[in-house]
T-cell receptor, first 113, second 114 residues
Framework: KQEVTQIPAALSVPEGENLVLNCSFT??????LQWFRQDPGKGLTSLLL?????REQTSGRLNASLDKSSGRSTLYIAASQPGDSATYLC????????????FGTGTRLKVLA | EPEVTQTPSHQVTQMGQEVILRCVPI?????FYWYRQILGQKVEFLVS????????KSEIFDDQFSVERPDGSNFTLKIRSTKLEDSAMYFC????????????FGSGTQLSVL
């Protein structure tokens, strides 16, 4: 059974820092991995989608990498801003024909001005 | 940018009552989902829906739950007899392709069962 874990659970950094959020999954037979952002009381916004054949994806100040064999993904946020404060979730789908995403526990990020 | 719309944003109901949560997915999307998030816990998959039928459901999605696409735009989740443990944020999502592509989520319905 696929389990997704994210470390750290919470992170507080001063504005301008570069930071790394970690995601690990127990079953390396994944099809896709997505990173989402969740603001309090709001829905989830997809930030980056990495397909299993890809190693990384970039969007603006965000870069996500995927290492399937070790069951890990990282989300790198460059030059963090207070507006980046949110909970970041990673989620994976498996290759077994399932349509569901399995979500991680999330990292709650606070960027201090 | 197109978005998934959910109504109501908050729903309070008494235990044992039926509730219907409504969603309007993005118009050209073919796959529809319900997820839920109990306060402080992970986002959990409930059900996926394609071509007017359920493609997959989780063990949470028991006989008390049903989904329907009554017309070309709405997608609903019905809970027949709510329990206290059904209290959660319910998210609708849609995707353009075979279920492994980018997911677009609505802003959720906060369901409180008293």
């Amino acid at each position: 059974k696929q389990e997704v874990t994210q470390i750290p659970a919470a992170l507080s950094v001063p504005e301008g820092e570069n930071l790394v959020l970690n995601c690990s999954f127990t079953d390396s037979a994944i099809y896709n991995l997505q990173w989402f952002r969740q603001d309090p009381g709001k829905g989830l916004t997809s930030l980056l989608l990495i397909q299993s054949s890809q190693r990384e994806q970039t969007s603006g100040r965000l870069n996500a990498s995927l290492d399937k064999s070790s069951g890990r993904s990282t989300l790198y946020i460059a030059a963090s801003q207070p507006g980046d404060s949110a909970t970041y979730l990673c989620a994976v789908t498996s290759t077994s024909g399932t349509y569901k995403y399995i979500f991680g526990t999330g990292t709650r990020l606070k960027v201090l001005a | 940018e197109p978005e998934v719309t959910q109504t109501p944003s908050h729903q309070v109901t008494q235990m044992g009552q039926e509730v219907i949560l409504r969603c309007v997915p993005i118009s050209n999307h073919l796959y529809f989902y319900w997820y839920r998030q109990i306060l402080g816990q992970k986002v959990e998959f409930l059900v996926s829906f394609y071509n007017n039928e359920i493609s997959e459901k989780s063990e949470i999605f028991d006989d008390q739950f049903s989904v329907e696409r009554p017309d070309g735009s709405n997608f609903t989740l019905k809970i027949r007899s709510t329990k206290l443990e059904d209290s959660a944020m319910y998210f609708c999502a849609s995707s353009e392709d075979r279920g492994h592509e980018k997911l677009f989520f609505g802003s959720g319905t906060q369901l409180s069962v008293l």
